[in-house]
């Protein structure tokens, strides 16, 4: 969620800053600015409303011609918090005399009585967002006669809650001050041949990690950390000034490059990587010839998975699905009571958790602000904690004793597609690991599950062959506002899912149900201009599917079925049908994922829907 790039060097920084940006533009935002100090030592702002590319063109507030010519400055896209998306809510904000310019990630949990105090002492406000009391406190400080560093360092003890925070100041000779607090977006700080550049994310380094064709590496702020960035190198520094040793980490242009592949949208290319995806989870993880799986990652003994007693699995969205999905897959494979949780509201409760429960975090950026606080409640409980991550190094994976990584590379769409896949295929092998660890699983049992496991990637390519019937369904669905999705057992979450994905990027109202419950109340809803979506494999609750695709159709209800390949009797009992391959009903979920993603990126595009980057959505949620 929100963008945050700076730079300060020996280049222009208006073009490094847009298209670093551009390339944080997967993260979902609503406004756009950059700051840059000119020749003349004087900070010069532009902002818009909308994407990025309008920076070029937005002319108001009698802001200066683009782009902006100077060496140094910062640049934000913001998703809306604290007041509405607008230029003067618009990163990055700066201070009574516009000296200081800030971009910031987050809330400032005690915003109120700053913004009270500061006005009181006479600071004037242009916002209604939090953010811009971070510039008149570091104003403040060099007003009551601190140097710049000393300014924002002070600020850092003023502010509460979970926030990155970038600033500079026309006056302190080529310095970017980057701070890092609580849980809340990341921040990144890399330094090559007399360039210095900070972001919120990989991509936005690659701007100067391009230059040598290799490379660099890479410094990821901890809590309570901050970076002063220079032409001369980074200085990482605590709270009270103190310098920090900084471990640094080596990544490639490889690792941050972002391109479509020629797709029309990113969501869709990651939808067709989702089998790749899949053999590289599997990769080193699976004894295809002996039929074991081999999780190295698991930082546990023997001895102590055997003494665990329950399973916790906890996440956000798409996440909690995949969490839910993988509450059976634990219980009927690792042989273990689970339960799945909102992370959100999981560390309101009191869960009663200890050294025999496994806590499973699962979050793609591992950066989610609320399911980084839910794991530091449960390392002050003594229970193990485990985190299923796609971003190496990012909060989760440090606060965790293991990390289980997804290996699905970056994901741009803000929608989650393969991340999505990856986890279901990673508790997979959690819960077979679990069980063959405990001896719950045969060894039978464990080359069944591996044998299904490797023909997934086949099948998933198999169905992304011909996706022409997806373009005639959606042209078919594309003009409902309200959809039903119904699924049982371990399939309705993928309901659920499969719900998500299309309110998400079309906009079209859609709620996911186990199937049971459609009796219970969402069945007053049923008419003709109510659409319904059925997971119906070829399971053992096969027949109680058919009995609730029945019920709505007594009530002139529009029916979708998802079935299983070969499956004709359900032809006569539903409108329209897709077909995913036959496989066991642990692993329905994977394939059964594949279709729904489809048919929500054919309806959004058909209702001209941002698809990559839905209104009001952002990749990373790091505000509660």
Request: glycine letters at 10%.
């Amino acid at each position: 969620m929100c963008g945050i790039v700076g730079y300060v060097g020996d280049r222009q920084a208006w073009p490094i800053i847009l298209e670093g940006l551009q390339r944080l533009e997967y993260r979902g935002y609503d406004s756009a600015g950059i700051a840059v100090v000119d020749a003349e030592g004087v900070m010069q702002v532009r902002k818009t409303v909308g994407k990025v590319d309008g920076l070029a063109t937005a002319n108001g507030k009698g802001m200066p011609p683009a782009p902006l010519h100077g060496n140094m400055g910062l640049g934000h896209t913001r998703w809306a918090t604290h007041g509405r998306p607008s230029f003067d809510n618009g990163h990055p904000h700066t201070d009574c005399r516009g000296r200081i310019a800030v971009v910031h990630n987050g809330i400032v949990e005690n915003f109120t009585s700053l913004k009270a105090r500061l006005q009181d002492a006479g600071h004037e406000f242009v916002s209604e967002t939090d953010t811009e009391v971070i510039p008149h406190i570091i104003e403040e400080g060099m007003d009551q006669g601190l140097c710049f560093e000393e300014a924002f360092l002070r600020m850092g003890r003023i502010v509460q809650g979970s926030q990155a925070i970038t600033a500079t100041c026309q006056d302190c000779q080529d310095t970017i001050w980057a701070m890092r607090l609580g849980h809340a977006g990341g921040i990144v700080v890399a330094h090559q041949d007399g360039q210095g550049i900070v972001g919120s994310d990989l991509p936005a380094m690659l701007p100067i990690l391009r230059q040598s064709g290799v490379g660099g590496k890479v410094g990821f702020l901890d809590s309570g950390e901050t970076a002063q960035v220079t032409r001369e190198g980074v200085k990482y520094r605590d709270l009270d000034g103190r310098f920090i040793d900084k471990r640094l980490q080596a990544v490639s242009p490889e690792d941050v490059l972002i391109d479509k592949g020629g797709y029309r949208h990113f969501m869709l290319k990651e939808i067709y990587e989702q089998p790749q995806v899949v053999a590289s989870v599997l990769r080193n993880r699976v004894n295809f010839q002996h039929g074991k799986v081999d999780l190295a990652e698991m930082p546990f003994t023997e001895e102590e998975v055997k003494s665990f007693q329950r399973v916790v699995l906890i996440g956000c969205g798409t996440s909690l699905h995949a969490a839910q999905v993988g509450r059976y897959l634990v219980e009927q494979l690792g042989g273990l009571p689970a339960e799945a949780e909102s992370a959100s509201e999981f560390r309101y409760r009191d869960p009663f958790l200890d050294e025999h429960t496994l806590v499973v975090s699962i979050a793609q950026s591992g950066e989610t602000a609320d399911t980084v606080a839910a794991m530091e409640m449960v390392r002050s409980t003594g229970a193990r904690l485990v985190t299923i991550c796609n971003v190496e190094g990012s909060q989760t994976t440090r606060l965790a004793e293991g990390a289980l990584y997804m290996r699905s590379g970056i994901e741009i769409g803000v929608a989650s597609t393969k991340t999505f896949i990856a986890s279901l295929t990673v508790l997979s092998l959690l819960g077979a690991y679990l069980g063959q660890t405990r001896g719950f699983l045969s060894a039978e049992e464990v080359r069944r599950l591996v044998d299904e496991l490797a023909q997934c990637p086949r099948l998933m390519g198999d169905m992304l062959t011909d996706t022409s019937q997806y373009q005639r369904l959606a042209r078919r669905f594309n003009g409902y506002q309200n959809f039903l999705y119904l699924g049982r057992g371990i399939n309705a979450s993928i309901a659920m899912e499969g719900a998500l994905k299309l309110k998400e990027i079309s906009y079209i109202h859609a709620e996911g149900y186990a199937a049971g419950e459609m009796k219970h109340g969402p069945i007053a809803l049923i008419d003709q201009r109510m659409a319904t979506l059925a997971v119906v494999p070829r399971n053992s609750l096969y027949d109680k599917m058919v009995g609730n695709i029945l019920e709505v159709k007594a009530r002139d209800g529009m029916v979708l079925a998802l079935a299983t390949e070969g499956d004709k009797e359900i032809v006569s009992q539903v409108d329209e049908v897709l077909y995913m391959p036959g496989c066991g009903e642990l692993l329905s979920p994977m394939l059964a994922t594949i279709p729904m993603q489809l048919l929500a990126y054919h309806i959004a595009v058909l209702r001209g829907c941002d698809v990559d980057q839905p209104r009001n959505l952002a990749k990373s949620v790091t505000v509660e």
